[in-house]
């Protein structure tokens, strides 16, 4: 097969459109599962035995569920039931709820791991446990966790894909709607791949700075 330079020339800004969207649906993705995955840490924490224990069940579920099959869930079935998203919102939501269960467990090891004496020290001042929290703990807990936090930036950004299925054209899927009309997949799946390589390699340099600046051993 015979690489045409002209071809490729006349895919990029397609193609670029659809690195946009794939980036705008990580960067979206990755914010909810951040938050989300914190408030699930919490929760698993909780007094109540029955909110802890729901909350380890749910998790373990989306967690070992397909992300797939929790898009096609969003997309396809919540309407059933009146809830009814956008493609790339119901792919960013899906995105971040199953990354939420994983960074979940990220922060919990991190808050396990901060010595005890800082708790002890804490109670030891009388300090109100919101500020506990998130004076003392939670700062510390993070800093420990930034280089998986990160990797799974990188891991969502790679999944992103499977948006495909729920009508989301992101890069792969200029990629195929380029095909498709020409016929020719060999140059605009190579670059969709190119461009997915220089991304995630970009994104890691970025990170071990920011692990460098940020993160404790």
Same mark, same amino acid.
């Given at each position: 097969?015979?690489?045409?330079?002209?071809?490729?020339?006349?895919?990029?800004?397609?193609?670029?459109?659809?690195?946009?969207?794939? *980036?705008?649906?990580?960067?979206?993705?990755? =914010?909810?599962? @951040?938050?989300? &995955?914190? !408030?699930?840490?919490? /929760?698993?924490? +909780?007094?109540?035995?029955?909110?802890?224990?729901?909350?380890?069940?749910?998790?373990?579920?989306?967690?070992s569920?397909?992300?797939?099959v929790?898009?096609?869930?969003?997309?396809? *079935?919540?309407?059933?039931w009146?809830?009814? =998203?956008?493609? @790339?919102?119901? &792919?960013i !939501?899906?995105?971040? /709820?199953?990354? +939420?269960?994983?960074?979940?467990?990220?922060?919990?090891?991190?808050?396990?791991?901060?010595?005890?004496?800082?708790?002890?020290?804490?109670?030891?001042?009388?300090?109100?446990?919101?500020?506990?929290w998130?004076?003392?703990?939670?700062?510390?807990a993070?800093?420990?966790?930034?280089?998986?936090?990160?990797?799974?930036?990188?891991?969502?950004?790679?999944?992103?894909?499977f948006?495909?299925?729920?009508?989301?054209?992101?890069?792969?899927?200029?990629?195929?709607?380029?095909?498709?009309?020409?016929?020719?997949?060999?140059?605009?799946?190579?670059?969709?791949?190119?461009?997915?390589i220089?991304?995630?390699?970009?994104?890691?340099?970025?990170?071990?700075?920011?692990?460098?600046?940020?993160?404790?051993?």
């Amino acid at each position: 097969m015979n690489w045409d330079w002209n071809y490729t020339g006349r895919l990029i800004p397609d193609l670029l459109d659809g690195l946009r969207v794939t *980036v705008t649906a990580t960067l979206f993705g990755y =914010l909810i599962a @951040l938050a989300l &995955g914190l !408030v699930w840490a919490l /929760l698993r924490r +909780s007094p109540s035995r029955v909110v802890g224990q729901t909350v380890r069940w749910v998790t373990e579920f989306v967690r070992s569920t397909p992300l797939l099959v929790q898009l096609f869930f969003i997309f396809y *079935v919540l309407p059933a039931w009146g809830v009814t =998203l956008g493609p @790339l919102t119901a &792919g960013i !939501v899906g995105l971040g /709820l199953h990354y +939420s269960t994983y960074t979940a467990e990220v922060y919990r090891a991190g808050i396990e791991d901060v010595p005890r004496g800082q708790w002890e020290a804490a109670t030891a001042l009388n300090l109100p446990r919101r500020r506990v929290w998130f004076g003392v703990v939670l700062p510390q807990a993070v800093r420990r966790v930034v280089p998986t936090l990160g990797n799974y930036l990188i891991a969502m950004f790679k999944d992103t894909p499977f948006l495909l299925g729920i009508t989301v054209t992101e890069l792969l899927g200029k990629a195929f709607d380029q095909g498709a009309h020409t016929l020719k997949y060999l140059e605009p799946i190579t670059v969709a791949g190119l461009f997915f390589i220089v991304v995630s390699i970009l994104s890691s340099l970025a990170l071990r700075r920011l692990e460098k600046r940020y993160a404790t051993d």
